[in-house]
């Protein structure tokens, strides 16, 4: 049987209300609670002033609350000092790795690309709770170092994977026309290389900073209290009690996504460019 | 080697020793926890060795006895008595206190022989069951982790099976893992497909838009995620609300949708559904629009086009992100942690629970063995049908 | 106390702990069983229940029978997640005389007692798991009744006019500890700490802001009014003669030795 044209706009019609509300699932959520995160009252459903846009039903009062707390400023300095500084050495050892695995002279790729992947792909409860027992006998359980290793081991993969995927439509016949023309490794990798494989990256780099802003098993496990991050002050709080300051950290993180996003499809659009 | 394959090691190398020591190595020495404790052989070895020519019924003799009786004073001063004596309870329930209590009181005792003096501290010194959990116990390697994570249990006589009815955990808890997901994966699935076909078949501009709107949540915390759902949904929350308002559910009839298993299924599907619509967009971006016009044209319905000429072209799209989808949600911990109630918490949760609260380590270690088992298999057959490093990163 | 045994804890003579304000020696001043052999009991808290005023018109629940009474009382109950406290109110609210709790719960038939009344209202429990949640849950109307740490309930009447109520019967007490983790680099200053914090004014400045009361009879002297209100605390406090008509005692004894199968019964009971 085929479908009339009634039928068939109907159906079309069907189909992308069906689109809609899936598009509606995935975004209500972050954006319900941005709203919420201006609530007046310390509630975090929404007031009747609210719903009829009464700007008396608005304030920046979880805001400044949340800024003005010293717990959670402490909690985002220790969220970018430990997500930089295991980016750094995830994106070092991972871009060097990459390279490694592009090449067909590899011995034991694939071997080494599991054992490479794994912190990807081992359940995060198992991870964490390796790492607390082999952490703590060491004595870098409860310190800063010992969550930088931590966040850098399971930031690696993103970084491997990413250059991996720059690095197989690179051309190596631009690294062999180097060589050529009497340029070193070195100097073939610096000017010939990097910077065509610079946004891979940089993207790496991006999601394993992203990885460790937003990882809170881990921490859950081997953070004392000088290390709390903001994920980790965000489970107290759901724990706990849900005021909207919760939310607006929520609405910050939320901004800083789109950030992100943004970022990492700008970077996409070059590698794509430099093909 | 030829220098290409030693450069290409050498480039390896140093990120191969980071993973293998920050990670691997502690993944794997938890592993051994599993299967491996020797607190009990190294605090009792002297009672072990007399052990093992007891017969197993009746008390054992005097020697066993003078062991046991100086192995556990020496414990009492060395302060490792406790660590023995939670090792041994814990195979036979209400020892503790009297392994505790035993040292302090024989030092008020005579000397003389110890068998009688340890039956006049605790009659349970003359329960054979005492000496098989001591027994147990002090097997350093041993699988009663294994057996316990799948709800069996070794008998006194050495026969296996299964744990009484009021004891069994831990195969229910597998299987509601792997249900929950299978149904977030076929949820995702659901979902996904249609949103992943409007945006491979959409033009250029929308789809970077509407692809964009799919990646703002993939991009945001987790932790984000499952606040908003929990706002969203808990009794006095946005939905409910709305239910009020909308005249279909009473107010004082408010439906319990958090802090259950609705709360775990939809929060992670929520969550998981990116992971689902990327790999299906990338299959769909290479099947022309015309294809289904065509077919289409020779007189296929839309029902018949899709399953014959579409739906094949994107089984290897359905398979990576069901696939993915799976292995991510039998990790699960968090979400389920903080929305799941009691009927919808998963393994992950008893691992934690038993890391950090019954601190019964040799078990969680055994619980964590069997997921990560079952995570690698999955992961062995994602690499051989789609490859690690084609997987796509938002 | 297993703390103490496994060698985790630093042992505290009680004769270095500060005389009571009059010269009575801290031996003599510490109510029973407050002094352990590596711990000093600061504090009696209680778990009882409660509920919100405003969400329960009509009766008012009054005994701890009442709290497992789905047909008087209907709607969802929060408990903390642990076989700890449940059990024993379980079984009193099953008949069990306060004596004899410990007894029965130490026999296999007392254990399936307690699970099998608390099977009676498992349905409508909501599991909570940090001390915050019950009154919050209460106020939210998330639950009807939940059982809850007496304090928190006096924090969320007094500090946030929450219009919550304690039902103390059948309110199970316990002592609030201070130890010194073993092997600590500053032994002496955690000692110090815990002579200072388990003098009879440092628990009675504790007694000012939540309604939990001292372990020493020289502290309990000195309870006064809230530090924030000026509202009387002794009136909150669980030891309150008015609130201790049937008051049970939590036996640690019983549950060093008995914790591990609990907790192994009751996860597997949780689950089915």
């Known amino acids: ?275 | 080697m030829s220098r290409a394959r030693l450069r290409a090691a050498g480039l390896v190398a140093p990120l191969a020793v980071f993973v293998g020591v920050t990670f691997a190595v502690p993944v794997v020495l938890m592993l051994v926890r599993s299967v491996y404790d020797p607190t009990v052989a190294d605090v009792m070895p002297e009672t072990l060795a007399r052990l093992e020519e007891w017969d197993g019924r009746g008390a054992p003799g005097e020697p066993v006895y003078a062991a046991a009786a100086a192995e556990l004073m020496r414990a009492a001063d060395e302060r490792t008595l406790g660590q023995v004596a939670s090792r041994i309870n814990r195979v036979q329930s209400g020892l503790r206190s009297v392994l505790v209590r035993t040292p302090r009181l024989l030092r008020e005792t005579p000397a003389g022989a110890r068998r009688e003096a340890l039956l006049d501290i605790d009659p349970d010194w003359g329960d054979p069951a005492t000496w098989h959990a001591i027994r147990t116990a002090g097997d350093a390697l041993t699988a009663r982790h294994y057996l316990h994570a799948v709800d069996l249990d070794r008998a006194t006589d050495g026969t296996i099976g299964r744990r009484p009815e009021e004891e069994r955990v831990y195969l229910r808890l597998f299987a509601r893992t792997f249900g929950v997901g299978l149904t977030v994966t076929a949820l995702c699935l659901l979902l996904g497909y249609p949103i992943a076909y409007l945006i491979a078949h959409a033009s250029p501009g929308n789809a970077r838009w509407l692809l964009a709107l799919v990646l703002v949540p993939f991009w945001t915390s987790l932790l984000v995620r499952t606040t908003s759902w929990i706002v969203l949904l808990q009794t006095q929350g946005v939905v409910n609300d709305l239910l009020v308002a909308l005249g279909l559910v009473a107010d004082g009839g408010r439906l319990a949708l958090v802090h259950n298993m609705t709360g775990t299924l939809v929060a992670m599907t929520h969550i998981l559904l990116p992971f689902m619509v990327l790999p299906l967009y990338s299959v769909m971006r290479g099947i022309p629009s015309r294809q289904m016009a065509a077919a289409a044209s020779l007189g296929a319905t839309f029902a018949q086009a899709f399953r014959r000429v579409y739906w094949p072209q994107t089984v290897s799209g359905v398979g990576a992100g069901s696939l993915l989808v799976f292995i991510l949600a039998l990790g699960y911990y968090i979400t389920p942690a903080l929305v799941g109630g009691q009927s919808g918490q998963l393994i992950s949760n008893f691992i934690a629970y038993h890391m950090q609260t019954s601190l019964n380590w040799g078990l969680a270690g055994a619980l964590g063995g069997i997921l990560l088992a079952a995570v690698a298999a999955l992961y062995l057959v994602y690499d051989r049908a789609v490859g690690i490093e084609n997987m796509r990163l938002g | 106390m297993s703390g103490c045994d496994e060698g985790l804890l630093e042992r505290i003579d009680p004769a270095t702990l500060a005389a009571a304000p009059d010269g009575t020696p801290a031996t003599d001043d510490f109510l029973p069983d407050t002094l352990l052999e590596c711990s000093v009991g600061t504090l009696f808290y209680s778990t009882v229940f409660a509920y919100n005023d405003e969400r329960m018109p009509g009766e008012k629940p009054a005994t701890l029978e009442d709290f497992f009474d789905l047909e008087r009382f209907p709607g969802r109950r929060g408990m903390r997640r642990t076989p700890l406290v449940n059990l024993e109110f379980a079984l009193m609210a099953d008949g069990v005389p306060v004596e004899a709790v410990y007894e029965v719960l130490d026999t296999p038939e007392g254990l399936d007692r307690a699970l099998r009344k608390l099977d009676s209202i498992k349905p409508e429990v909501v599991w909570w798991e940090a001390g915050a949640q019950p009154p919050q849950m209460l106020a939210d109307g998330e639950v009807v009744m939940s059982t809850a740490y007496n304090g928190r309930i006096f924090n969320a009447q007094v500090l946030e006019q929450q219009p919550l109520v304690i039902v103390w019967d059948g309110q199970v007490l316990d002592i609030g500890q201070l130890g010194i983790v073993a092997g600590t680099r500053n032994l002496d200053a955690a000692l110090e700490f815990v002579r200072f914090a388990s003098t009879a004014p440092s628990m009675a400045a504790v007694s000012s802001h939540i309604a939990y009361s001292p372990a020493r009879r020289s502290g309990l002297a000195l309870v006064g009014t809230h530090a924030d209100t000026g509202i009387e605390m002794m009136p909150h406090m669980p030891t309150y003669a008015e609130n201790t008509r049937r008051v049970l005692n939590s036996d640690w004894l019983c549950w060093s030795d008995q914790m591990d199968a609990m907790n192994e019964r009751f996860s597997a009971w949780l689950a089915q």
């Open chain 1, 1 to 275: 049987m085929t479908l009339s044209p009634l039928g068939s706009r109907l159906a079309r019609g069907a189909y992308l209300a069906v689109c809609g509300l899936v598009f509606v699932f995935l975004l209500a959520p972050l954006l319900a609670i941005v709203p919420l995160s201006f609530n007046a009252e310390p509630y975090f459903t929404f007031t009747e002033g609210m719903l009829r846009l009464d700007a008396e039903a608005f304030s920046l009062r979880w805001y400044r609350e949340v800024a003005g707390d010293p717990v959670w400023r402490r909690a985002l300095a220790n969220s970018l000092l430990i997500g930089s500084a295991a980016t750094v050495l995830a994106t070092g050892l991972g871009t060097l790795a990459a390279m490694g695995l592009a090449s067909r002279a590899m011995p034991g790729r694939r071997l080494a690309m599991g054992l490479l992947i794994s912190p990807m792909v081992v359940p995060l409860v198992i991870s964490a709770a390796g790492m607390f027992f082999f952490y703590s006998a060491l004595g870098l359980a409860q310190t800063h170092l010992g969550l930088i290793l931590a966040h850098a081991a399971l930031g690696t993969p993103f970084v491997v994977i990413t250059v991996t995927a720059t690095l197989s439509a690179f051309d190596r016949n631009l690294s062999r026309a180097a060589a050529g023309m009497g340029a070193g490794p070195w100097l073939t990798f610096r000017r010939v290389e990097l910077p065509i494989i610079a946004p891979g990256v940089v993207s790496g780099a991006l999601f394993a900073f992203a990885a460790s802003f937003d990882e809170v098993v881990v921490v859950l496990f081997m953070a004392g209290e000088a290390q709390r991050t903001i994920p980790r002050q965000m489970w107290a709080g759901v724990r706990e009690q849900i005021s909207p300051a919760i939310l607006a950290v929520a609405t910050f993180l939320i901004a800083f996504a789109v950030a992100l996003l943004w970022t990492v499809e700008w970077l996409r659009g070059r590698v794509r460019a430099a093909r």
